[in-house]
């Protein structure tokens, strides 16, 4: 008897959850096509463009080739060929093409890199231009710092961070030369992931690494995806896809220790967050329906709705997250880009990455649509 009350509580619990995740994933909704302005896809980078940063003079470093570490037999089998690359993109020459940047020798096999989350530390002084990425290689995630040499276009290894905190990364954010934030989106990998999702697990984990050490921030939740901090470091972000909302955080004085400021609803499955430095505006790329973003990871042919959107502060100085304003410079129904995960702003032009699709470039009009 008490067997099969177990069974009867376990059955209740999937299927409150599979309903949850239902309503969640928006199955139903399509993506409506708007620009605010011009655009064009961007060559060569046609294998996803998952994450993109950007130097304060307009240099874009594009993360591309992600290989998805779930279920192969739900996968399209095409991402087994996605080789891991990171393209630069200069906003001051907007006509030319990405170019591939060369990586470090240890680097240049399909085992040793496979790129997800990015993120750009600059030396105001050197001009020294480091960047910080996760890395899902063989043998267990690190997040692995770069140094950027703009005479040759290459890289070179600084340093590899491991740590028994990293389980499933996602996204970085660099504080320092050597120190940053990092998310794990939960705790699984392979089949694994797709139980853990459908299940609720709050297996998900902010990571801090000084340089030296790594400790937990936040844990115990359900999934975080990016990570993005303001230009004092004062404020941290977090995105919630499955809940479709930005956390911001207040960062301690006394260290890296945050304390949860506000939650923002955004109405999408906002993906990667961008902080404008100039304005401090949030950028998102956004999946419109996650459930069709599943399908088009399935199947490359399948189209997903995209979305980009800008969160404006307009709150009193002693509050400014008081109030803000939900912008949406750019949609698209899948065919132009499917599966919308990153974009960025610079001088008034966009770059928009996606998960395994296409990249968007686009010249803004100024006049952005409220959502």
């Known amino acids: 008897m008490i067997i099969k009350a177990v069974i009867f509580l376990a059955v209740l619990f999937v299927g409150q959850r599979v309903l949850r995740l239902s309503k969640d994933f928006d199955p139903d909704q399509r993506g409506y096509i708007y620009r605010s302005g011009t655009c064009r896809n961007l060559s060569p980078v046609n294998t996803g463009s998952e994450d993109i940063d950007v130097t304060s003079d307009g240099k874009a470093f594009i993360s591309s080739?992600?290989?998805?570490d779930m279920c192969r037999s739900i996968l399209d089998p095409r991402i087994a060929q996605f080789v891991g690359r990171i393209y630069l993109f200069d906003f001051k020459h907007p006509k030319k093409d990405a170019v591939e940047v060369t990586l470090p020798d240890n680097l240049r096999r399909k085992s040793t890199f496979n790129p997800h989350g990015?993120?750009?530390?600059?030396d105001g002084d050197s001009g020294e231009i480091r960047l910080f990425v996760v890395n899902h290689r063989e043998g267990g995630d690190t997040v692995d710092i770069l140094l950027y040499d703009d005479n040759t276009v290459s890289f070179r290894l600084v340093k590899s961070v491991r740590s028994k905190l990293f389980a499933s990364l996602n996204d970085v954010v660099a504080v320092g030369p050597e120190s940053f934030y990092a998310t794990n989106d939960g705790y699984y990998i392979g089949c694994w992931?797709?139980?853990?999702?459908?299940?609720?697990?709050?297996?998900s984990v902010l990571a801090y690494h000084d340089g030296k050490g790594t400790?937990?921030?936040?844990?115990?939740e359900e999934v975080m995806n990016s990570v993005g901090i303001s230009k004092d470091m004062n404020e941290l972000y977090l995105t919630r896809p499955m809940d479709k909302r930005v956390d911001i955080y207040n960062i301690s004085k006394d260290g890296p220790l945050l304390k949860l400021s506000r939650s923002i609803?955004?109405?999408?499955?906002?993906?990667?967050?961008?902080?404008?430095p100039v304005t401090g505006d949030l950028w998102f790329g956004a999946h419109v329906s996650?459930?069709?973003?599943?399908d088009h990871f399935s199947n490359f042919d399948v189209q997903a709705p995209s979305r980009v959107l800008r969160l404006h502060k307009s709150g009193p100085k002693t509050d400014p997250w008081k109030s803000h304003k939900i912008y949406s410079p750019f949609g698209d129904d899948g065919e132009?880009?499917?599966a919308s995960s990153a974009a960025v702003h610079y001088k008034n032009?966009?770059?928009?990455?996606?998960?395994?699709?296409?990249?968007?470039?686009?010249?803004l009009d100024g006049k952005p649509s409220a959502q």
Do not use: P
């Open 65 to 68: 080739g992600l290989d998805i």
């Open 118 to 122: 990015i993120s750009i530390w600059e």
């Open 193 to 203: 992931r797709v139980m853990e999702l459908l299940l609720g697990s709050k297996n």
């Open 215 to 220: 400790i937990a921030i936040l844990k115990g």
């Open 265 to 276: 609803q955004l109405g999408v499955g906002i993906d990667n967050v961008f902080v404008d």
């Open 290 to 294: 996650i459930s069709r973003t599943g």
């Open 336 to 338: 132009f880009i499917s």
């Open 349 to 363: 032009k966009m770059l928009i990455g996606s998960v395994v699709h296409k990249t968007v470039y686009c010249e």
